[in-house]
């Protein structure tokens, strides 16, 4: 149980373009998901919190208009990294924590972006 | 603020022996959960342990248990019996609080010799 997906799990797009990544718990709800960005050898930077039917949470230092949140049902949640650069490129992981287990999370296998 | 630190940045062990990887924490909440999670080379974190900080037992799956001291405000993990694919880093984290966002440590990485 508690398995999460995510979609792709790797791209190369060209600089300018978007780039959506998909999140989906598979088989549980999950009213909330996070967005992890990773650079190589270092721990989880949290990005922002997804809830479900309602406007995402940003960090501080986060672009909200950069990287469009969307959680449309209990099972998931789209990041959208718009006008992509270069330095956008790094790993991206979502995680989703169940409605009936909100102190856990359990995260996706990732996503490698690589921007050119 | 919530804060964690692991203090060993790498660490190794034999094949078959016994491994301890340290986690201090902070944090003003009085209810409060800690995780060990690993990540492998393929990148995918997966939950190793879960503890609640409520509950004066350690936790154990396996292999895998705590030493849970909250006064010190200290969370390790020990891992018996050390196995080929336990190689990986190793994340020690925190949640509590409204939000119950995860912090975590800086990671150890850790290898198993053969």
């Known amino acids: 149980g508690a398995v999460v997906s995510q979609h792709p799990s790797w791209v190369i797009c060209k600089s300018g373009t978007s780039v959506k990544i998909e999140c989906r718990s598979l088989d549980f709800q999950a009213t909330t998901m996070f967005w992890y960005r990773q650079f190589p050898k270092q721990s989880l930077m949290l990005m922002a919190t997804?809830?479900?039917?309602?406007?995402?949470?940003?960090e501080q230092g986060v672009e909200k208009d950069k990287f469009l949140i969307n959680h449309a049902s209990l099972t998931l949640s789209t990041l959208t990294v718009t006008s992509a650069h270069p330095e956008d490129s790094s790993f991206y992981i979502c995680s989703a924590r169940p409605t009936d287990r909100e102190e856990t999370q359990y995260f996706g296998p990732g996503t490698r972006l690589l921007v050119l | 603020a919530q804060t964690v630190t692991q203090s060993q940045p790498e660490m190794s062990v034999q094949e078959a022996e016994t491994v301890t990887l340290s986690c201090t924490y902070d944090?003003?909440?009085?209810?409060?959960?800690l995780f060990w999670y690993k990540q492998p080379p393929s990148r995918q974190m997966i939950l190793v342990i879960r503890q609640e900080a409520y509950k004066q037992q350690n936790a154990t799956e396996n292999r895998f248990s705590v030493n849970f001291q909250k006064a010190a405000k200290s969370f390790s993990l020990k891992i018996s019996d050390s196995q080929l694919g336990d190689a990986a880093m190793y994340f020690c984290?925190?949640?509590?609080?409204?939000?119950?966002?995860?912090?975590f440590g800086t990671g150890t990485l850790l290898a198993v010799q053969p």
């Open positions: 984290a925190s949640t509590g609080g409204a939000t119950n966002k995860l912090i």
């Open positions: 944090t003003s909440e009085s209810d409060y959960y």
């Open positions: 997804s809830n479900e039917g309602s406007k995402a949470t940003y």
